[in-house]
């Protein structure tokens, strides 16, 4: 039987006060969920009170207020609880982090550098009691040239950074470092085993150290 991967939820009550409304049923969908918040007005069900006691009290549950208001206090405790967190869980484990806030794409970026998977989640605006993922539409490369540099790049990066051992790391890892240029990760993945560099296999990754050297140097 497959081992049901570990994945924790990271909200900023701040910046998404109503996600507030989807805590129970995060509850059922995530092994852990934490909320920081430095002042709130949100309000939950009484009936909710119990269920959520026996959360808090078997440590699914945090609800963190943070000890100094201001501005951005919520996400440095997101930060705080998302390293402390990567430190205790499996390596496997999945963070999502529920925020429109968009630094906050900096824990993502630093958990994805660590190996690990994790994604910034927003709430749409036309329908804020839902918990709708962000994402940026992907542009494919569009010319074997524009291909080959993102090849190279991403070759030389490699090099500098710890290698993804899973094949969504490297995805993640791939979005990370080209996230201003938008481009197809997949894409750049499928080019990468394409070329030798990588080989995939019931998604571990294994690299050609020959290969990397060849496509890093040629930059």
């Not at 430095?38 to 963190?64: E, F």
């Amino acid at each position: 039987m497959t081992e049901q991967i570990t994945r924790v939820l990271l909200i900023d009550l701040e910046n998404c006060p109503s996600q507030i409304h989807q805590l129970m049923s995060d509850l059922q969908q995530y092994s852990q969920v934490v909320v920081c918040y430095a002042q709130s007005g949100a309000k939950i069900p009484i009936d909710w009170i119990m269920p959520l006691t026996v959360t808090i009290n078997d440590n699914k549950l945090k609800l963190v207020k943070m000890p100094i208001v201001g501005k951005n206090s919520a996400d440095f405790g997101i930060t705080f609880w998302a390293g402390v967190l990567m430190a205790q869980l499996p390596p496997e484990t999945h963070f999502d982090i529920v925020s429109n806030d968009t630094d906050l794409d900096y824990v993502v970026s630093l958990l994805i550098s660590q190996q690990r998977s994790a994604e910034r989640v927003g709430i749409k605006k036309e329908n804020p009691s839902a918990l709708t993922e962000i994402k940026t539409t992907a542009t494919k490369i569009p010319s074997s040239e524009t291909q080959d540099h993102y090849l190279r790049v991403y070759c030389l990066h490699l090099l500098n950074h710890s290698k993804p051992a899973k094949k969504e790391t490297l995805l993640n890892s791939v979005r990370a470092k080209f996230k201003a240029d938008n481009i197809d990760a997949t894409l750049l993945v499928e080019t990468l085993v394409k070329q030798g560099v990588i080989t995939i296999n019931e998604n571990k990754i294994a690299y050609n150290q020959q290969k990397l050297n060849q496509f890093a140097n040629s930059i």
